[in-house]
């Protein structure tokens, strides 16, 4: 069983920057692509960014290159979304998710809010 708990989220004027955390615990590995997507109210859940198991290669949706950067600790289980100079659009809930043997597991989402 592998459990993701995200956090790091909040409410930041447009322009700001927040990092978001996620910690895998339980059966684990580093041998896993990992990423984050985001959903807004009434919209779908959408790629935000993924990062390989090396912590190479990280692939980003076009809206946030330039300004969010994700990262990884394998050594401390954890996966990392920095993301500067946010706008209201960012808004959503952020979910972090990896890529298990046989299944994705996703965490419980954290609530990002930009204010304009």
């Known amino acids: 069983q592998v459990q993701l708990v995200d956090s790091g989220g909040g409410l930041v004027q447009a322009g700001g920057s927040l990092r978001l955390s996620c910690a895998a615990s339980g059966r684990t590995s580093s041998n896993y692509y990992m990423g984050w997507y985001r959903q807004a109210p009434g919209k779908e859940r959408e790629f935000v960014a993924r990062?390989?198991?090396?912590?190479?290669?990280?692939l980003y949706r076009d809206s946030v290159k330039g300004r969010f950067t994700i990262s990884r600790d394998n050594a401390k289980n954890m996966g990392y979304l920095q993301m500067n100079s946010l706008k209201p659009e960012d808004t959503a809930v952020y979910y972090c998710y990896i890529d298990g043997v046989s299944q994705r597991h996703w965490g419980q989402g954290t609530q990002v809010t930009v204010s304009s």
């Open positions: 990062i390989h198991p090396s912590g190479i290669s990280p």
